[in-house]
């Protein structure tokens, strides 16, 4: 943080708290992240036969699970696998949702319409179903679990710039720049992607926040990433087993991590959205 | 505080939120059961998931397995068969054909009496689907059946069997009601398979009276049986599919039986009094099985090495709560015939080391163990076995297939899993049935296809000898080779855990692990 | 009549949207890479039977005549039969519909009977206390992943206090289900007059529609918050503000002009509860279309999960139909 920085941070979280606060979480699993394999306590794959299903306690302050795992060192670690989900997953949003708004939103007509309208129905078309059966026919792996997250993801991001270039499609600037001759590309990227992006940046914390809510769904439902990996999704699948046999501790802890995860990305985009846009369009999600 | 909002919630829901337990009354003679899910077919040839628990409970065999008394609960007896169906036979000197002479006025729940030409037609329909009833007449040396008389029925062998009579204790080829599945059948269904899947037709205890899909099935007790009425008249297998419900529907007394509960579950369950658990041999070895067809696979120093890297104690204590015992042969214990001394995989990380060292074993490459959810162990003792490898070097991952997936890769036309768990055990509780059905290149559990032609041999030689003991010497030597082969990990037989009411008696383990409604009462 | 080709414009767009739908279905079972012919063959079957499946399938065919078999099947209402219980997946589908709308219907009741006020009076208040609260218990309703909500609620309500019964089913295990006429339990036993089946239709259903009514609550404070917001900013209701008409009748009219997008918007989020509700359905063992879907996926069965996916495709598109018709009847400048 350089000296300029902070009084400007200062006065984003008087005004907008919600930003502030979501901030502070995210850099607690930020941190959680990289430190993980320093701080855990025990290696978060290492089973303990002879110790399986371990109340919370002692060595191990979270219990241990199903086959003996530390559960604390596993909730730890899951913070890299959430991020190291999340983060991809919106780059690839952006890079395939960003150029085509830039472009639809531009060219305008037909083209523009039908895209539209595709993406209405992808976008009101339950997701997380679709996420699903795309992801169970494409395979668990982590590649699939990202690419189809992202892909999913993209129209959010191409809605969002689009309504910007339509806003900027007949502004001064613009047109200036096209009566001198620049070509298309050169429009779109040079000229209006810059004065575009915000609205896809405050997006951006949104749809991270539904990254790692589906990605999470997906490892419950034994469709995403595969066990022992400390997934905060696949340990809640384990623990269900648990919940109603009273080894509580198995479920519960992963679930709080991902609540708060979660609950930090989306206390973020809501105040960006907040800071960028006071009067707060509906049309945003 | 919390006992005021107690009552506001109660009162909200016309205090009819928790169990009513009042109703335990009017099931009178009824038998209420919950399993993972509801049949999904009632043909002993094509089994669905749910099949096999309830056809043995409508199809009936020619001959059963007597019985014995130990410690006040009723076992089978594999070394006595005697007539159930048939009440006599007779078999030519060579062995290879035998006459059944068939119990009078036995009737099926449609009022048909049993004649020999119904055991005919259930044959016939096995042979022709070539399916589980064709595998059981290929061990047993099958060719042909045929009805002599109204009562009388002859059986041609191609060799001798030992394995017959045993194998005729089976519901599968099943013998029907072929008076009755006749007025169901089509031209292009001949076998009258599409009413079966909402219909039975059996000489047995019990016959289906409707299903809802999915959901449940409701059996009623034969009106017409030919042994005493069950004392059960009505059995509803209702589908819980979570094992946590299903526990607590047995334990508030709403169900009076549950299917298999998790080993992780029994130490609870032994606990509370208000339910009874009782547990049986283990028949099926929960093994993980290496395809000699993918790398690194071929080379049976990889094979043993595999085998001799696995702690089995640690398996049994972090997998199944220490309720299974370390598989030493590939017939299960129960067997007679069983010859654990040819064991010699303890733990001994050291040798496994060795053994890849002098396979050359690539230490780089990826081996993934694949596992599915239709057996509960399989994910915990994937993810143990796994960590167990990569402890000495090995890149091993336990990966996770769907169910559907396990069945198809493990079915003889595709077979291509390279590393993978699954269960398999005998329901003929015979050494050379065991053998041909997990290590014979035919066997249909064979799911890695373990093709060794010495193996073959032995089997093959043995289901055609009425020896016993030179039948016993050849079963020796296909234990003995299957361990120096080592095509599975030889891993544990979980014990088998049935829990059901209480006041339930009565239970005798089954080698198909499935019970017998006929034998369960209220005392 | 305007309004009469509105509605045909769209309806025609729908149609290259079902194209899309049935193509996008049809990929996900060749992405799959699944061969269900081993499968519907059965574990012992052979060769030549297997040959036989695959032909009977269309499996020998080139892609793009597969796929004019599918859709063509399609048009005819045949949506295959699910790769392991060989059961027509159309009339399986059908059969679980109304245990789905069901738990959806009393659910989106709840949670907007809850969410409408909360956001308007969150709206008409900015900022203050009750705006924030209402804004981070919405966005906590967010984040709470569906299926860990209802693993919590039978934790705490079933095994903990014991109030509520197991999650298994919509009734309990020892009543028949009463006869059908709405497919609803508890609406078929109130018509059947049978007290003890609506007891225990009712009791099995208060912890799903709870879970629903917290999921789909959050969304709808959010979005009357934001659309109230913004209709109080016109210049319409600013003018009336600036003429000194009472508070009351501010809201009033802010009310009457909120009303249409407020349902808009519940109209759009019902389609996407179908997706969430799925979870809810089968932490409860609810037995609805949510629970076959999900299944589905999770054993593979691909031919099942098409149709539910291609079910849900148009479920979506009408719902979208219904609320571009609403917004055409409502909108007086249409």
């Known amino acids: 943080m350089t000296a300029i920085a902070w009084p400007r941070l200062v006065g984003i979280s008087r005004r907008s708290p919600t930003l502030a606060i979501g901030f502070l979480i995210l850099l607690g699993f930020a941190a959680m992240a990289v430190l993980a394999p320093f701080i855990v306590p025990f290696d978060p794959v290492r089973a303990q036969p002879f110790n399986v299903l371990a109340a919370p306690g002692g060595a191990h302050p979270f219990g241990t699970d199903g086959n003996g795992m530390d559960v604390l060192s596993r909730v730890i670690a899951g913070a890299a696998w959430a991020f190291g989900i999340a983060i991809p997953a919106v780059v690839v949003g952006i890079v395939v949702g960003v150029p085509f708004g830039l472009y639809t939103g531009y060219r305008g007509g037909w083209f523009d319409e039908v895209a539209m309208r595709f993406f209405d129905a ?27 997250i992202g892909l999913l993801d993209s129209p959010v991001f191409a809605r969002v710039v689009r309504a910007e270039v339509l806003a900027l499609r007949h502004s001064g600037f613009v047109e200036s720049a096209r009566a001198a001759g620049n070509p298309t590309w050169r429009i779109l990227f040079v000229h209006i992607l810059p004065n575009a992006i915000q609205g896809a940046m405050a997006q951006a914390a949104v749809r991270a926040a ?51 995860m979660v609950l930090g990305l989306n206390m973020l985009g809501d105040g960006l959205q907040d800071l960028l846009d006071p009067r707060r369009k509906a049309a945003t999600r | 505080m919390a006992v005021e909002r107690r009552d506001i919630l109660l009162g909200l829901a016309g205090a009819s939120l928790a169990a009513p337990m009042v109703q335990a009354q009017r099931t009178g003679r009824t038998l209420l059961l919950a399993a ?59 062995g290879k054909t035998w006459v059944f002479t068939l119990r009078r006025g036995v009737r099926s729940a449609f009022g048909n009496e049993l004649t020999a030409a119904d055991v005919e037609w259930g044959w016939q329909k096995s042979l022709a689907q070539r399916r589980t009833g064709n595998f059981i007449a290929t061990v047993a040396n099958v060719t042909g059946v045929k009805a002599l008389s109204q009562y009388q029925v002859e059986f041609t062998l191609s060799a001798p069997s030992l394995i017959l009579l045993a194998a005729l204790t089976l519901y599968v080829p099943g013998i029907y009601d072929m008076t009755e599945v006749k007025r169901h059948v089509t031209a292009e269904d001949p076998w009258a398979l599409k009413w079966m899947e909402t219909n039975t037709a059996g000489f047995g205890a019990y016959h289906l009276e409707s299903v809802r899909a999915g959901e449940q099935a409701v059996f009623v007790s034969n009106p017409n049986y030919f042994r005493d ?115 010699r995989y303890d733990h001994d990380p050291a040798r496994a080391l060795a053994l890849l060292a002098e396979a050359n074993f690539d230490f780089n490459q990826q081996v993934d163990l694949l596992y599915s959810q239709i057996f509960n162990w399989e994910e915990p003792l994937s993810i143990q076995l796994a960590a167990q490898l990569q402890s000495i070097g090995i890149k091993a991952r336990a990966a996770r297939i769907s169910d559907s997936d396990m069945r198809a890769r493990g079915a003889p036309a595709r077979q291509d899993m390279p590393f993978f768990s699954f269960e398999d055990g005998p329901i003929v509780l015979d050494p050379v049935y065991t053998t041909f059905l997990l290590a014979h290149s035919q066997g249909v559990s064979n799911r890695a296809r373990f093709a060794d032609p010495r193996m073959d041999a032995l089997i093959d030689e043995a289901r055609q000898s009425l020896d016993v003991p030179h039948r016993n010497g050849l079963m020796r030597q296909a234990q003995a080779l299957w361990m120096e082969e080592a095509p599975w990990i030889a891993t544990v037989y979980p014990s088998v855990w049935e829990a059901m009411a209480a006041n339930i008696s009565g239970w005798c383990p089954h080698p198909d692990d499935h019970e017998r409604w006929v034998d369960l009462k209220i005392a | 009549m305007p309004i009469g080709g509105l509605l045909l414009r769209r309806v025609a767009l729908v149609v290259p949207l079902l194209f899309v739908i049935l193509l996008g279905t049809f990929l996900l079972v060749r992405i799959s890479g699944q061969d269900p012919v081993g499968l519907l063959a059965g574990p012992t079957a052979t060769t030549a039977e297997i040959a036989l499946v695959r032909e009977s399938l269309a499996l020998d065919q080139p892609a793009w005549v597969q796929f004019g078999v599918y859709i063509g099947r399609v048009a005819r209402g045949d949506l295959g039969a699910s790769w392991l219980s060989n059961r027509p997946v159309l009339a399986e589908i059908l059969d679980r519909a109304p245990a789905t709308l069901e738990l ?9 009977g809850i969410g409408i006020p909360v956001g308007l009076r ?33 934790f705490v309500f079933f095994y903990l206090l014991d109030w509520a019964p197991p999650g298994m089913g919509r009734i309990s295990l020892m009543l028949d289900p009463p006869p059908r006429v709405t497919g609803s339990h508890l609406i078929d036993g109130l018509l059947g007059g049978d007290r003890e089946v609506v007891g225990s239709a009712f009791a099995q259903l208060v912890l799903p529609v709870l879970c629903v009514a917290i999921i789909s609550a959050a ?25 000194g008409l009472p508070p009351r009748q501010i809201r009033a009219m802010a009310l009457r002009n909120s009303a249409t997008p407020i349902v808009t918007f519940i109209g ?42 291609l079910i849900l495709a148009l479920f979506s598109v009408l719902v979208f139909l219904a609320v571009d018709v609403f917004v055409m009847a409502t909108d007086p400048r249409a």
């Open chain 1, 122 to 148: 992808l976008r009101v078309f339950p997701s997380i179903i679709l996420a699903l059966a795309v992801v169970a026919a494409a395979g668990p792996s982590l590649f699939n679990v990202v690419l189809v």
């Open chain 1, 210 to 260: 539904w990254a790692v809510r589906i990605s999470a769904t997906l490892a419950f439902l034994g469709v995403g990433i595969q066990p022992p990996t400390p997934e905060w999704g696949a340990m809640i699948r384990q623990g269900a087993e648990y919940l109603v046999t009273g080894q509580w501790w198995v479920g519960v802890f992963p679930g709080i991590a991902l609540i708060l």
């Open chain 2, 36 to 94: 993972p899910a509801a049949p999904e077919g009632f043909e002993g040839d094509a089994l669905r998931p749910g099949t096999q628990e309830v056809v043995v409970q409508v199809y009936e065999g020619l001959t059963r397995y007597g019985r014995t008394v130990r410690e006040g609960r009723d076992y089978l007896d594999p070394n006595v068969i005697e007539g159930h169906l048939a009440e006599s036979w007779t078999s030519s000197p060579d």
């Open chain 2, 229 to 343: 009425q069950p004392f059960f008249n009505r059995v509803i297998l209702r589908a819980v599919p979570s094992a946590a419900s299903r526990i607590t529907l047995l334990r508030s007394g709403q169900v009076q039986w549950i299917h298999r509960p998790f080993l992780q579950q029994v130490a609870e369950l032994r606990a509370d009094r208000r339910v009874k658990t009782q547990d049986s041999f283990g028949r099926s070895m929960a093994s993980v099985r290496m395809n000699l067809r993918y790398p690194p696979f071929g080379d049976v120093k990889v094979r043993q090495a595999f085998n001799y890297a696995i702690d089995k104690n640690a398996l049994i204590q972090g997998v199944f709560f220490g309720l299974a015992e370390q598989a030493r042969s590939i017939i299960p214990p129960i067997v007679a015939g069983y010859d654990p001394s040819f064991s």
């Open chain 3, 104 to 112: 959806i219907f009393w659910g989106v009741l709840i949670g907007a």
């Open chain 3, 122 to 154: 969150a709206a008409f208040r900015p900022d203050r206390g009750f705006d924030q609260a209402s804004r981070f218990l919405s966005l906590l309703g967010f984040s709470v992943p569906t299926y860990w909500l209802g693993l919590i609620m039978l």
């Open chain 3, 219 to 243: 969304p709808i404070v959010k979005q009357t918050r934001a659309i109230a917001l913004e209709v109080l900013a016109t210049d319409y209701i600013r003018h009336a503000r600036a003429q």
């Open chain 3, 268 to 309: 759009t989020e019902i389609t996407g509860l179908v997706g969430t509700t799925s979870l809810i359905e089968y932490v409860f063992a609810w037995g609805g279309l949510g629970q076959y879907g999900l299944s589905a996926i999770i054993a593979g069965d691909f031919a099942a999960v098409q149709g539910y996916v």
